[in-house]
């Protein structure tokens, strides 16, 4: 099935390969306990490129990926109930290791976001809206970090979104 969010350029990119250009998977994760986002790049050398403009963090600023080996494959488009993927970021440095043993001890999630970018063309994300998972089962060495995505579980959401109280809702209480 076709993913409406990528763009006619990254599909282009996906189905021939064209010479000279290189799709650049970028990662950003992010938790309340971070001072900034860590951002990395899969390529060897650092990255600066435009953010969309709905970004939750920096919407719309040029900003820089770190060059780092990291594993990821795209969520699968298929009719699991809940997507999940494995990350794995490899020769992390303590200041992400130490980031993220800082947010496991929070009860607050970690949001990881996919955003391809193409190399001819880095004044935004190739994706409309990127991805947003989150991040559980986190394990980390001195050398690696892994982790498992998933997309949001809806199963898991009430529905709808709002507690009905006696507080909120004095017609409730008799």
Do not use: C
Not at 84 to 98: H, P, Y
Not at 128 to 151: H, K, N, Q, Y
Not at 153 to 172: C, E, Q, V, W
């Amino acid at each position: 099935m076709p993913d409406p969010a990528l763009s006619q350029a990254l599909k282009e990119a996906f189905a021939s390969a064209p010479a000279g250009t290189v799709i650049l998977d970028t990662l950003e994760i992010w938790h309340p306990t971070f001072d900034e986002p860590i951002r990395v790049v899969r390529d060897h050398a650092d990255l600066t490129a435009r953010l969309e403009a709905g970004a939750p963090r920096d919407g719309g600023k040029r900003v820089t990926f770190a060059a780092l080996a990291f594993e990821f494959s795209p969520p699968p488009v298929d009719t699991a109930p809940v997507p999940e993927i494995t990350v794995t970021l490899d020769n992390v440095g303590s200041d992400i290791t130490d980031a993220l043993e800082g947010a496991a001890v929070s009860q607050q999630v970690i949001e990881i976001t996919w955003r391809p970018y193409l190399s001819t063309d880095l004044n935004g994300p190739h994706m409309d809206p990127p991805i947003t998972m989150t991040l559980t089962d986190v394990e980390a060495d001195t050398m690696r970090v892994t982790g498992r995505a998933r997309m949001l579980d809806a199963g898991n959401k009430s529905f709808p979104s709002i507690t009905y109280t006696a507080r909120r809702f004095p017609g409730l209480a008799r």
